[in-house]
């Protein structure tokens, strides 16, 4: 954290930390939004978007029949353009650019899942490994190929028995007896890019005991590739496990500290984390422009079926939910880059140090983006595929490939089971070392739990949809207490768990949506659409905020105390009626006007 935070109160320090948002007013500090992004920043997402259109989603059909050849020569393309090297460092034939930019070209490479697996899976667990913990004679032997797409990077941690328990690998590794290679037997399964990558981050363990990251050639003695696996979706990408045969790797290939290669695999998942949440963002607004497309030219009725109140209602949401993801992931980036800004992150070894630890400093809101980003995609496709009726369900309309494509979002990069349960985990992690003030921020509560004249009453623009925010960051917190007095016994309880996370994730979506609308002028241009908007979305969300609150909280008070608490908790909550039919209206004409999400880059 930067220096100047010991000058400031335990509070203030609190608010720029990860997590922070659940204890800040709504726009009391300031975050990185798509209105800030500068002229570099959008000229990166225009080559990213023309090339995903040009180059990527005019050869859907022969990727389609897994042309791996094909697939492969598209890495190399994105690589001639720069677009694999945002995040590898200058000296590396990379550019070495903030992670805003890095999740900007991630949001550009999101139509066509197969290419955006294939992408993310190279450019980020697939390079990064190398770029965080990676020596000096690695970086230079393998970032410039990897930069530039002469070669293809996969991330292999998962094995057939041990998936979510990842540290549970078999795989093992034995130095010989001159001690220059590594005798590896074993397996993994489900590797991306398995077809045709030509380095591998393979996690296994040395001696049988020592989780430890390795960095494997295609074509080192005793390593395999199996057989392409016929997947539901992402069929135009490359999934294979890997076979380990006594295959002998050079002892130089270990990356990290041998025993810690925990750190490594975790670390990447969270940057894999929060670049999902901007795969996601794309997938969303490509989703939805089939949705206005097909709306706008199917009529039933005599009317074009846009004009059905239904119909309308699933395009309003979608826009909501793309506008809350859009604040959520490039408030999280900005808040990283800042972190690293202010680390003095300038490329050297230490500084790679710097950015993980930013990374793991927002842990908590990569999983955010995640479990909200890979859900809110696939309802949208959902609703986009019913706009569609029956032509939905048949493979002559891309939605049918879409739903297909992203169910696997839900499942890799940490399923949302785990991701939901490491959202409070981390919580609860940083509040009991004192990092976050959740007792003092209680007490408060409670106070105002007593005296409702304490409860802060927003005012002006947005001021009932702020008052839902600070609601729900209020609810989370209040059940939170709650549940740590089981104390350790709380891990058993998952469903408590996950109903907190869910109940965080709409406070930081309503949070980031509002206060990057209260930064806008309240009479620019779109002023009124993102007001629309934010109140579309905050309608529905405080609702399921509350309703997850209760569930969490009828599951940790027991029965002689949960009448008294629940009541407690209900003032927590304020019912604001809202027009649905009526506030959706501004969102919809916007959409239709615009054939798309309305909001530019
Ligand atoms: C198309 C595809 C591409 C992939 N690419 C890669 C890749 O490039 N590299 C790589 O290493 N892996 C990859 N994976 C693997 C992926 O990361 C794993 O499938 C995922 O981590 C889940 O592991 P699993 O399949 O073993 O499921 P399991 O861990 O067996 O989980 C099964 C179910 O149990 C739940 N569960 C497990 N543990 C808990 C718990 N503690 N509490 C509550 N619920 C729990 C899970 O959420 C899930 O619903 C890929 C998978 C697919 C399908």
Not at 142 to 171: H, Q
Not at 366 to 394: P, R
Request: hydrophobic content about 40%.
């Amino acid at each position: 954290m930067a220096d100047s935070s010991s000058e400031l109160s335990p509070l203030a320090v609190a608010q720029g930390r990860g997590g922070g948002f659940l204890f800040t007013p709504v726009a009391a500090r300031p975050f990185t939004t798509p209105e800030m992004f500068s002229p570099e920043q959008r000229e990166f997402f225009r080559t990213g978007s023309d090339f995903e259109v040009k180059e990527v989603d005019t050869k859907i059909e022969q990727l389609e029949k897994k042309d791996n050849a094909l697939m492969r020569s598209l890495v190399g393309r994105a690589g001639e353009l720069g677009l694999l090297s945002v995040d590898v460092p200058e000296a590396y034939e990379g550019m070495g650019l903030d992670k805003t930019t890095s999740m900007l070209v991630a949001e550009s490479q999101s139509h066509y899942g197969s290419w955006t697996t294939t992408f993310g899976a190279h450019t980020g667990i697939g390079t990064l490994p190398i770029v965080f913990f990676g020596t000096e004679a690695q970086k230079a032997k393998y970032l410039p190929d990897l930069a530039t797409g002469r070669k293809v990077a996969a991330y292999a941690l998962s094995e057939a028995g041990s998936g979510s328990d990842a540290l549970g690998a078999r795989t093992i590794a034995k130095l010989s007896p001159d001690g220059k290679e590594y005798v590896v037997n074993g397996g993994k399964m489900w590797i991306t890019n398995g077809g045709f990558a030509d380095i591998f981050i393979v996690f296994l363990k040395i001696d049988g005991d020592k989780f430890t990251a390795m960095i494997i050639e295609r074509g080192t003695p005793g390593f395999t590739i199996g057989r392409e696996e016929h997947k539901l979706g992402i069929r135009g990408s490359s999934t294979t496990p890997l076979i380990f045969e006594e295959a002998r790797v050079p002892a130089e290939n270990v990356l990290g500290e041998i025993g810690k290669g925990h750190k490594i695999a975790f670390n990447i998942l969270n940057v894999g984390r929060l670049k999902l949440g901007a795969f996601s963002l794309g997938g969303m607004k490509a989703a939805l422009e089939k949705g206005i497309s097909y709306a706008s030219e199917r009529k039933q009725f005599g009317k074009a079926i846009a004009s059905f109140g239904l119909i309308r209602e699933k395009l309003a949401r979608s826009a909501a939910q793309i506008y809350a993801a859009e604040s959520m992931t490039y408030r999280a980036s900005g808040l990283i880059d800042e972190v690293i800004a202010r680390g003095g992150a300038h490329g050297g070894s230490e500084s790679h140090a710097a950015v993980m630890h930013a990374i793991e400093e927002y842990a908590l809101e990569a999983s955010m983006m995640k479990v909200a980003g890979s859900e809110w995609l696939f309802q949208i496709i959902d609703e986009v595929l019913q706009i569609h009726g029956g032509n939905g369900f048949v493979e002559d309309y891309p939605i049918e490939r879409a739903y297909r494509d992203n169910r696997v979002n839900r499942i890799f990069e940490g399923t949302n089971e785990i991701n939901r349960l490491l959202i409070p985990g981390t919580f609860f992690k940083r509040a009991m070392k004192g990092e976050l003030p959740l007792l003092d921020t209680t007490s408060d509560i409670d106070a105002e739990i007593d005296n409702a004249a304490l409860m802060p009453a927003p005012t002006g623009r947005l001021a009932a949809e702020a008052r839902g925010a600070e609601m729900a960051k209020r609810q989370f917190l209040f059940v939170a207490r709650a549940a740590a007095m089981l104390g350790p016994e709380l891990e058993q309880h998952q469903e408590v768990l996950a109903a907190l996370a869910d109940v965080a994730i709409e406070a930081y979506a309503m949070d980031s949506m509002l206060g990057r609308t209260l930064a806008q002028a309240a009479d620019e241009p779109n002023a009124a659409l993102r007001d629309a908007l934010c109140r579309f979305f905050c309608m529905e969300s405080r609702e399921r905020a509350m309703t997850r609150a209760r569930a969490a909280l009828s599951s940790v008070i027991g029965e002689a105390d949960v009448g008294e608490q629940m009541a407690r908790l209900e003032k927590l909550y304020r019912y604001t009626p809202v027009n649905a039919g009526a506030v959706r209206e501004p969102i919809v004409e916007a959409l239709l006007a615009k054939g798309r999400y309305p909001l530019d880059y």
